[in-house]
C-alpha cells in the first residue's frame, strides 16, 4: 500500500484526516491536456460549467481518492476512468442549473422511484425513500451563498444512476435496518445474523489450538474468498446475487464455495493435527456444534479492542478432547 | 452445498469488529461496476469481508438482473414520457412509419445494385409528413457501412404496425408489420471479419454464398414489380431489396418485400395524419409523441439527435416466455420488437437508448436508438493464431454504461464472457470458470 499504514483515503469514507490539497502539486502538473480532454468530453460548458470549475472538480476528485505518495500515473489512472459527463451533470444540478435539472429528471428521476421500490420492496417505503433522496439532491438551502446539495459529493465515480442506487440503499439501510436490528432482539428473526449484542452465553473458551489453527486458515484467504464466504454463509445470500455482487458467473461462485469450504475444513484440520491433536480430535474440533464451542466473552471483546486474533487463554485450558 | 467449520463461522462474524471506515457511496458504485483501480479493489473487498452492512448495501444497489427469459419485464425504471419536451415544429401528434431497411453493403455490391436502377433509387424525402429524418436514412446506410471491426450488418427494423394483431396473426415468417431484419447472413459472409475482405469475396466472382445472391435477384425483381408509391414503406422496399446483399431468410425477405399494399397504404395515411398521442397497442416499433412534439420523423440518422432525446423517455424492455424481444413505452403496454425471425432471444440490456439483446445461436444485436434499427454484432476474439467467435446461446447481458460490457454465452457446459469496452467494436474473450 502505498501510503504505509494509514488506511486508503478512499476507503475512510469522507475526507476525513485529510487536508484539503494534500496532493503535491506535481501530481497535477502536465495534466492540463488530460484535463480539457476531459472537459470535452464531459459537456459540461452546456450547462454552464467553465474549463476551470471542471478542473477543479478533477481536482477535487484527485484530492479524495489518491494518497498523498500517488504519482501522476496513478492521478491519470484514476481520472480516466471517472465519468466525466455524469459528473458535469451532477455537479451542474448541484449548482441550480436549470437546464441540467432537466436532464437530470429526464433520465433519472423514475429510475430513483424505481429503485427506490426495489431496495424497499415496498412502493410507499420506496416512495418515501426515493423522495428524501430527491430532496437531499435538489438542495435544501445554502450555505455561505453555495447551495446544499448531495450531487456535490458524486465524484464520478461509478454511474451515476448506480450512485443513486447505492446512496438509497444506505438511506434505507441506515434508516430501517437499524430499527430493525433493535426489535430483533425481541421478536424472532429470520434475517437476524447481525444482533447488535451477543446473546449471552455460558463462558466457556475454544480451544486455542482450534483458535489458532482458524485464524491462520481464514488468514491464508483472499479477501475476496472471505466476501464469499460471508456473504454465503453470514449473509444467506444466494449464489445469483453473489455472482452480481462481484461481477462474475453464478456457477463460478458455486466452485468457488465449494472449493474454499473444503480447503478451509482441510486447513484448519490440518492446523490442528500439526498442533498436536489426533486425527479424530481434529475432526470432532472441527464438526463441534455451535452449543459446544464455548467462547469466552472476555475473549471476544478484547479481541474487539485489540484486534488481536488470540489474546489470554487460561492456562491448563482443558484440552478438547473426548467432549461430551 | 458444503458446510462451514462452526469456527469459521464464528472467526467471520468477530472480523465484524475490526472492519474498519466504510467506503464511500462512489467507491462502493465503482466496485459493483468493476471500475474500481486494482488497489481500491483489493481495499474495498478487504472491508466487504468483514463488514455486513455494505454488503447489505451492496447487494440492495444492484440493479435488477437481465436473465432468462422466463424473468419479467427488465425495468431499470426509464425516463418519464411525460417530461418529454420538444421544442421545435409544433405539430399534433405523429405516428411515426419508419420503416427502412439499411444494411451494411459491400461498395462492389452497391455498384452491382446500381445497375438496376429502378430499384436502386432511395427517394430523397420519403414520407409526406415526415421532414428531415428520413432522407437520412441513405446518408446513414453509408455511415454504417462504414462501420468497421467485426462483420455488422445494420438493420433498420419496425414498421409501426396501426393494428397489431393482425401482425401476430400473420404469423412468424410473414408478419407485415414490422420489417423483420435479416437473421442469419450467410456464414461465409460472416466469415469475412472485415468488409474488404467481403469485397475481395464478392468480387472474386464467387459470391459467399450462391445461393444468397439468387436470392438476392429475386429480390430485386420482386422489388420492381412491387411498384412502391413514395412513402416510406415503400423506400422500405426499396431498400429492403437494396439491402439484402448480406442475404436473410428467403422467407423474411419476401415477406418484407410483400407489404400488402393496403397495409401501406394505411401507414402511409397513418403517417400524414397525425393521430393523437397515447401509445396506441397496435404500434410497434413507431414512435408517438406528445401533442407538442414537431412533426420529426423517426430517422434513423440525421433526425437522430431529437430522436434520441425523445426515445430517451420510457422504453422498457423485456422477454417473454417465448424468447421474443419486447418493448414497452408506458410501462403497461407490450409489443414485439421484430429483430429477425427465428432468433430467442434471452437476454436483453438497455442503458437510454442503448439496446442490446441476444439469445440462442449466438444471436446479439444492438440497437442505439432504443430499439428502432439494429446491428447483428459478430464478436470476434483474433489473435494469431486463431479466430474466435462467438458461439452457443446468449445468456446474460450486462452493460454498465454504453461502452463497457459483459455477454455471457452457453456452449454445452462451457461458459464463456465476451467484453468489450469500446460499444462492441472490439471484443475480448474469457471462459469463465
Known amino acids: ?324 | 452445498m458444503p458446510e462451514l467449520p462452526e469456527i469459521a463461522r464464528q472467526k467471520l462474524k468477530q472480523a465484524e469488529a475490526r472492519s474498519g471506515a466504510h467506503p464511500d457511496a462512489g467507491l462502493l458504485t465503482a466496485f459493483a461496476e468493476q471500475s474500481l483501480t486494482a488497489g481500491e479493489r483489493a481495499r474495498v473487498l478487504d472491508h466487504l469481508a468483514a463488514c455486513a452492512a455494505c454488503r447489505d448495501i451492496l447487494a440492495l444497489a444492484l440493479p435488477e438482473q437481465v436473465a432468462a427469459p422466463a424473468q419479467a419485464a427488465v425495468r431499470p425504471g426509464w425516463w418519464h414520457w411525460s417530461a418529454l419536451r420538444w421544442g421545435a415544429v409544433a405539430a399534433t401528434a405523429v405516428v411515426v412509419v419508419g420503416a427502412v431497411w439499411i444494411v451494411s453493403i459491400p461498395n462492389l455490391l452497391r455498384s452491382r445494385m446500381a445497375v438496376s436502377s429502378e430499384v436502386r433509387q432511395l427517394p430523397p424525402a420519403a414520407t409526406p409528413s415526415a421532414p428531415a429524418p428520413v432522407a437520412g436514412e441513405p446518408v446513414q446506410a453509408a455511415k454504417a457501412a462504414d462501420k468497421t471491426a467485426g462483420d455488422r450488418d445494420v438493420l433498420v427494423a419496425a414498421a409501426p404496425n396501426p393494428n397489431a394483431a393482425r401482425r401476430k396473426d400473420a404469423g412468424a415468417a410473414a408478419a407485415p408489420g414490422p420489417i423483420v431484419a435479416g437473421a442469419q447472413p450467410a456464414t461465409t459472409v460472416a466469415a469475412a471479419s472485415t468488409k474488404p475482405a467481403l469485397q475481395g469475396a464478392l468480387r472474386a466472382g464467387s459470391s459467399p454464398n450462391a445461393e444468397d445472391m439468387d436470392r438476392l435477384k429475386a429480390l430485386e425483381t420482386e422489388g420492381k414489380a412491387s411498384a412502391p408509391a413514395p412513402s416510406v414503406p415503400s423506400m422500405a422496399m426499396k431498400a429492403a431489396v437494396v439491402a439484402k446483399a448480406q442475404s436473410a431468410d428467403a422467407g423474411l425477405a419476401r415477406s418484407a418485400v410483400a407489404m400488402p399494399k393496403n397495409q401501406r397504404a394505411e401507414l402511409a395515411k397513418t403517417a400524414a395524419e397525425a393521430p393523437a398521442a397515447e401509445v396506441q397497442n397496435g404500434i410497434v416499433g413507431g414512435l408517438v409523441l406528445s401533442k407538442n412534439a414537431p412533426a420529426a420523423g423517426i430517422g434513423t440518422g440525421s433526425g437522430g439527435g431529437i430522436v434520441r432525446d425523445a426515445l430517451k423517455t420510457a422504453v422498457r424492455w423485456t422477454i417473454s416466455s417465448t424468447g421474443a424481444l419486447q418493448r414497452s413505452f408506458n410501462g403497461r403496454d407490450w409489443q414485439d420488437v421484430a429483430v429477425a425471425d427465428g432468433v430467442i432471444f434471452r437476454a436483453v440490456s438497455a442503458l437510454d437508448t442503448e439496446v442490446w439483446a441476444g439469445g440462442n445461436g449466438g444471436a446479439l444485436y444492438h440497437s442505439s436508438d432504443a430499439g428502432q434499427t439494429w446491428t447483428r454484432v459478430r464478436p470476434e476474439y483474433v489473435t494469431d493464431e486463431w479466430t474466435r467467435r462467438l458461439a452457443g446461446d446468449v445468456t446474460e447481458i450486462r452493460f454498465n454504461d454504453p461502452l463497457h460490457g459483459t455477454i455471457i454465452t452457453r456452449v454445452g457446459s462451457l461458459v464463456q464472457a465476451w467484453t468489450t469496452a469500446d460499444g462492441g467494436k472490439t471484443w475480448t474473450f474469457s471462459f469463465v470458470r
Not at chain 1, 71 to 94: F, G, H, I, M, N
Request: aromatic share 6%; net charge neutral.
Open chain 1, 1 to 324: 500500500m502505498s501510503s504505509g499504514s494509514k488506511p486508503a483515503p478512499g476507503v475512510a469514507g469522507g475526507n476525513s484526516g485529510k487536508q484539503p490539497g494534500h496532493l503535491r502539486p506535481e501530481v497535477f502538473a502536465r495534466l492540463e491536456p488530460l484535463f480539457a480532454e476531459l472537459f470535452q468530453r464531459s459537456g459540461a460548458a452546456r450547462f454552464g460549467i467553465s474549463a476551470q470549475d471542471f478542473s477543479q472538480i478533477l481536482m477535487e476528485v484527485a484530492e479524495k481518492y489518491l494518497a498523498a505518495t500517488d504519482k501522476q500515473d496513478a492521478a491519470r489512472d484514476l481520472l480516466s476512468t471517472v465519468r466525466v459527463e455524469e459528473l458535469a451533470l451532477a455537479r451542474a444540478c448541484a449548482a441550480g442549473n436549470e437546464k441540467a435539472w432537466e436532464v437530470f429528471l429526464t433520465r433519472y428521476r423514475e429510475k430513483l422511484y424505481d429503485a427506490g421500490c426495489a431496495i424497499a420492496r415496498n412502493d410507499s417505503v420506496g416512495r418515501e425513500l426515493a423522495d428524501s433522496l430527491y430532496a437531499d439532491l435538489y438542495g435544501t438551502g445554502t450555505r455561505e451563498g453555495a447551495r446544499v446539495s448531495k450531487l456535490n459529493s458524486y465524484m464520478g465515480r461509478g454511474s451515476l444512476e448506480g450512485w443513486l442506487r447505492t446512496v438509497l440503499a444506505q438511506t434505507f439501510v441506515d434508516r430501517y435496518r437499524s430499527q430493525r436490528r433493535l426489535v430483533s432482539l425481541e421478536e424472532k428473526d429470520d434475517e437476524g445474523v447481525q444482533f447488535a449484542a451477543p446473546v449471552p452465553e455460558p463462558s466457556a473458551e475454544v480451544d486455542p489450538r482450534l483458535d489458532q489453527a482458524a485464524d491462520a486458515a481464514l488468514g491464508a484467504l483472499s479477501a475476496e474468498d472471505r466476501l464469499v464466504l460471508a456473504a454465503y454463509f453470514l449473509d444467506g445470500r444466494t449464489l445469483a446475487e453473489i455472482a452480481r455482487v462481484l461481477g462474475v458467473h453464478e456457477s463460478t461462485v458455486s466452485r468457488r464455495v465449494e472449493k474454499i469450504t473444503a480447503s478451509l475444513r482441510k486447513s484448519i484440520r490440518d492446523g490442528l493435527i500439526r498442533r498436536g491433536m489426533s486425527r479424530r480430535q481434529a475432526e470432532e474440533a472441527l464438526a463441534a456444534d455451535v452449543r459446544d464451542l464455548r467462547v469466552n466473552v472476555r475473549q471476544r471483546l478484547a479481541q474487539e479492542t485489540a484486534g488481536s486474533s488470540f489474546s489470554d487463554k487460561r492456562a491448563g485450558a482443558p484440552a478438547s478432547g473426548e467432549k461430551p
